[in-house]
């Protein structure tokens, strides 16, 4: 496939004009001190918790340049189907084979180009490291270039994709050199993929002495129910009600205050609730955890089906509604496409992970093209992303992914 050079003229403006807003708006902190720049073309490799974090490797790399492996959906909208091919970034379906992003990214390296991947592949709802497909050590093996770790602390809770806006927050990135060329040619598949997890995960990194991360400004919990929807007191589902810094169920009271620290404090007496969003997220995985089973009656509900348009920058199309549902062995989809009776089945096997854009779709990739799927009440996307995760970790025997660290599904 042909990937253009990132355009230098446009990387150098966005680094004058884009760099010191956001080093402003995140008091954005660079962390070099164990990084030193690979000598010829090099992989990057960073945690992924926000739609800014591209922006932030890219920029904090400078004068090196990235070409970004990114999600095939981006490329559909107007006007990224003509900015992301300019800038040199790389299509790529999730969770799927895709042979033509492989040789792209060889192509670069090639040339002497340099790759960023975010190999979690997807925001992950709680803003936790959610793991990494477990063919990404055969990847950077097959590389033979360094490669280079970058942590980014914080720009979860200063972008979520959950809400709409910024808040000022405090963000660190901290590079760090992990494999040489040398160490790549004597590891194993195996010991790379464990070395790439460890670090990206931080799961050996010492707790923080104090809180890194404060905020100030108001509306903290808006939109907070698109990814949180289970009350832990009453069991109800789709009742939470978030407004400014609060979250509260509609069905019995209980209510939660999130405050500066992103923790939350119990408002109302007898009320039961966790300490941060990830531990909510956290029991919220476990309840749908526990509706599996292998004698379980398909948990399903009426979608409209969108695909991607034939027009670039169309995006994504409405054309068919039916029936979706989960059951051990897979999803399935029974309805119509384009006026035409449609049956597609997606193996349990073959889908670790339902991407979501909340109270939106949820998306499933496979045959080198992806589905969007709306229910009618849009806001059970997140829930189906939940149990389609859970569904993997459960009746998989050898799932796809790195396990994600304390987090519900690998119980």
């Known amino acids: ?3 253009k050079r990132p355009n230098a003229l446009i990387y150098f403006l966005v680094y004058i004009f884009i760099y010191p807003l956001l080093k402003f708006l995140f008091r954005l ?5 164990g990084y030193t720049p690979p000598k010829g073309p090099f992989v990057v490799v960073a945690n992924h918790s926000s739609f800014v974090d591209f922006l932030l490797v890219m920029l904090s790399l400078y004068p090196h340049k990235m070409n970004a492996v990114t999600a095939k959906k ?4 107007s006007p990224l189907h003509i900015f992301l091919p300019i800038m040199g970034c790389i299509p790529k379906t999730l969770f799927d084979p895709d042979v033509k992003s492989i040789v792209g990214v060889k192509t670069v390296l090639k040339r002497g180009g340099n790759i960023l991947l975010f190999p979690e592949g997807r925001c992950a709802c709680d803003g936790v490291y959610a793991g990494i497909h477990r063919s990404t050590g055969k990847l950077i093996k097959k590389l033979e270039v360094p490669v280079v770790s970058c942590s980014i602390d914080g720009a979860y809770h200063c972008m979520p994709f959950w809400r709409k806006g910024i808040k000022r927050g405090r963000v660190r990135v901290i590079h760090s050199n992990l494999f040489s060329k040398e160490q790549l040619q004597s590891f194993s598949v195996e010991q790379i993929t464990d070395a790439l997890d460890l670090k990206l995960s931080r799961v050996n990194d010492p707790p923080p002495v104090k809180p ?3 905020f100030s400004s108001k509306g903290l919990a808006e939109g907070l129910d698109n990814i949180l929807y289970w009350c832990p007191k ?3 589902e789709f009742k939470l009600k978030s407004h400014d810094c609060v979250l509260w169920c509609s069905s019995c ?9 992103m923790k939350f404090t119990l408002l109302t007496p007898g009320g039961i609730i966790f300490s941060d969003i990830h531990e909510w997220y956290k029991e919220q995985a476990r309840h749908e955890s526990r509706k599996l089973h292998h004698d379980m009656e398909p948990i399903g509900e009426v979608v409209s089906v969108g695909l991607p348009s034939e027009i670039p920058g169309g ?11 989960l059951s051990p062995d897979g999803w399935r989809f029974n309805g119509t496409i384009k006026d035409e009776s449609v049956s597609l089945f997606f193996p349990i096997n073959t889908v670790p992970a339902l991407p979501i854009d909340p109270n939106d779709v949820f998306q499933i990739y496979a045959g080198g093209t992806f589905y969007t799927f709306t229910p009618r009440d849009a806001r059970k996307c997140v829930q189906y992303s939940v149990l389609g995760e859970a569904a993997h ?8 992914m790195t396990p994600r660290r304390d987090s519900g599904f690998c119980d």
């Open 212 to 214: 890194y991360q404060t």
């Open 253 to 261: 009271g209980n209510s939660a205050g999130l405050d500066k620290f």
């Open 234 to 236: 009453c069991d109800s």
């Open 74 to 77: 981006f490329f559909l909208y």
């Open 393 to 400: 970790w459960k009746f998989v025997s050898k799932p796809l």
């Open 315 to 325: 995006g994504m199309i409405s054309c068919g509604e039916g029936f979706v549902s």
């Open 1 to 3: 496939m042909q990937v």
């Open 29 to 33: 902190k660079i962390d070099r001190s």
